[in-house]
Nanobody
Framework: QMEPVESGGGLVQTGGSLRLSCVAS????????MGWYRQAPGKQRELVAT???????????FVKGRFTISRDNAGDNAKNTVTLQMNRLKPEDTGVYYC?????????????????WGQGTQVTVSS
């Protein structure tokens, strides 16, 4: 299965913490990057954070200093786990959080990228 699987959403009060996990399996050697996006009601999906193959991270401005993305596939060549630790949560962080996987495949014909999305997990922050 190429689509990543998320877990860890829930309801938390303002100032609280949640930890989201995303597991990708199937041809993980092709993974170029993984990340988290979110979509609030009535709004477009937006980037939260990504982590590249080499460990480079990228964060949206509104989560810097509060969220941390990390990757763990040590000892398991069959899956890649990405975690989003969310601290000091705010009501505006409420939304469905989606895990994203971007694969890059290099052949004699060139490079191709493929993108996969998880089903999403609900995060609700009460005021």
């Amino acid at each position: 299965q190429m689509e990543p699987v998320e877990s860890g959403g829930g309801l938390v009060q303002t100032g609280g913490s949640l930890r989201l996990s995303c597991v990708a399996s199937g041809r993980i050697s092709n993974i170029k990057s993984m990340g988290w996006y979110r979509q609030a009601p009535g709004k477009q999906r937006e980037l939260v954070a990504t982590i590249g193959r080499g460990g480079t991270t990228n964060y949206a401005g509104f989560v810097k200093g509060r969220f941390t993305i990390s990757r763990d596939n040590a000892g398991d060549n069959a899956k890649n786990t990405v975690t989003l630790q969310m601290n000091r949560l705010k009501p505006e962080d409420t939304g469905v959080y989606y895990c994203n996987r971007v694969d890059e495949v290099v052949t004699i014909e060139g490079r191709s990228q493929f993108e996969y999305w998880g089903q999403g997990t609900q995060v609700t922050v009460s005021s």
